[in-house]
């Protein structure tokens, strides 16, 4: 696709992103962006990076070009500035900025006095621990709603890059908790090591998240779209007490944990080859096997998962109707995709990995479907807990 194609944004983007490919700092190409996008709001660099993708332009070093922006945007001068948005608890936007900000209470609270003094050092590892298990949380929210929102509306580059720094956090924050682990009495030196570098990138990521994101998603989303994003993040949690349902005027209520079907659905019956069963029957059954269930169709895309009250493995009904890549990280797609193309092709009926969550061990089967003439009808993937009879 020739450059004169593409949009004034689309060419500038590529233009930088050419410069920090062969070498350029951030803060070389800082003017050039402030230069283009002054006066603009985030939706224009969306908009140019979702063009590129489609002209299957390259579009690398992205990452470094959030860093522009950035750079852009703490200079007065430039002429990019946040757009102005205030938003007030219970929305779900002040909750997310607010669920981040309790993040680096936590630290300071938990982990910093251990290191510099004021709590013993031999709490590191239980206080590294929860630490992760905060901004997992945090992450999962991002992750699993936010972007899907943004991801059914063509918007992923902004996305896909802090998903790429989401991993890089919690993989610093893991190799804090082993190094905590590691020696008796703790070694403080070996912890700071990584938790230093990786609370830096968890601070720039949440000024990103209020200058990117944040405003991105406010754009972009509509009344009912952020009322069923609230609730699902709702339902996952927050890194404070007590929140709230945000209920605006206008949109059409629904419920975190809805019914499975209308009640003039629930005594309709399902006739199968050994006996009928009614949608009620059906979910509640789904929901009582004693493991999570998350069903994959033939074209990949994602469709259902048991509803269950505790689930160790995060998915939203955000992710529904998406394209099972896109609701994994980068590392992890061609794994995804290696298993999938085994079941399908008929080369394995059944795909068992080990897996831990929470202190706890599981077994993940990936199982193909198949109609009586062989046909593949999809994915069922099982989680057990690894004690749990298979």
């Known amino acids: 696709m020739e450059d004169k194609q593409l949009s004034d944004d689309a060419r500038a983007i590529k233009d930088m992103l050419a410069k920090l490919e062969v070498g350029a700092k951030p803060e070389e190409v800082k003017d050039l962006f402030a230069k283009v996008f002054a006066n603009k709001d985030v939706s224009h660099i969306s908009n140019a990076e979702k063009e590129l993708r489609e002209h299957q332009s390259p579009c690398s070093n992205m990452s470094s070009l959030c ?5 852009a945007l703490q200079d007065e001068s430039s002429g990019v500035s946040v757009p102005e948005f205030e938003f007030f608890p219970p929305h779900p936007l002040a909750y997310f900025k607010l669920d981040g900000l309790a993040l680096m209470d936590l630290f300071r609270e938990t982990i910093r ?15 590294l621990k929860a630490f992760y298990e905060a901004v997992d949380l945090h992450i999962a929210k991002k992750e699993s709603v936010l972007f899907s929102y943004l991801d059914k509306k063509g918007i992923s580059g902004p996305t896909r890059t802090m998903w790429e720094v989401d991993d890089q956090i919690k993989e610093g924050i893991k190799k804090g908790i082993a190094a905590a682990e590691a020696e008796s ?19 720039d990521q ?8 944040i405003p991105l998603v406010a754009q972009e989303l509509s009344d009912q779209e952020l009322y069923e994003a609230s609730q699902e993040m709702l339902k996952i949690g927050y890194n404070f007490e007590n929140p709230r349902a945000w209920e605006p005027e206008g949109i059409t209520k629904t419920q975190a944990n809805p019914s499975p ?13 050994t006996g009928a069963l009614n949608f009620e029957q059906i979910d509640a059954i789904l929901n009582t096997m004693g493991c999570e269930i998350t069903f994959v169709d033939a074209d990949d895309i994602f469709r259902y998962y048991s509803n269950l009250d505790h689930m160790y493995f995060l998915r939203t009904k955000a992710d529904l109707g998406r394209h099972v890549y896109d609701c994994h990280p980068e590392k992890s797609k061609k794994r995804v995709k290696m298993v999938l193309d085994a079941l399908r092709s008929g080369e394995k009926d059944v795909v068992s990995v080990p897996a831990s969550k929470a202190g706890k061990d599981f077994i993940v089967s990936y199982k193909a479907l198949r109609n009586k003439q062989g046909q593949y009808l999809g994915c069922l993937e099982l989680i057990r807990e690894a004690n749990v009879g298979q």
């Open 185 to 203: 009495p703790v070694n403080v030196r070996a912890v700071v090591e990584h938790m230093h570098k990786t609370v830096g990138i968890l601070r």
């Open 261 to 273: 079907a209308p009640a003039s659905n629930l005594g309709f019956m399902i006739q199968f080859e």
């Open 206 to 213: 949440l000024n990103k998240e209020e200058a990117v994101l």
């Open 67 to 71: 860093d522009v922006h950035m750079l």
């Open 113 to 127: 006095p251990c290191i510099h003094g004021g709590l013993s050092p031999e709490l590191l590892p239980q206080n």
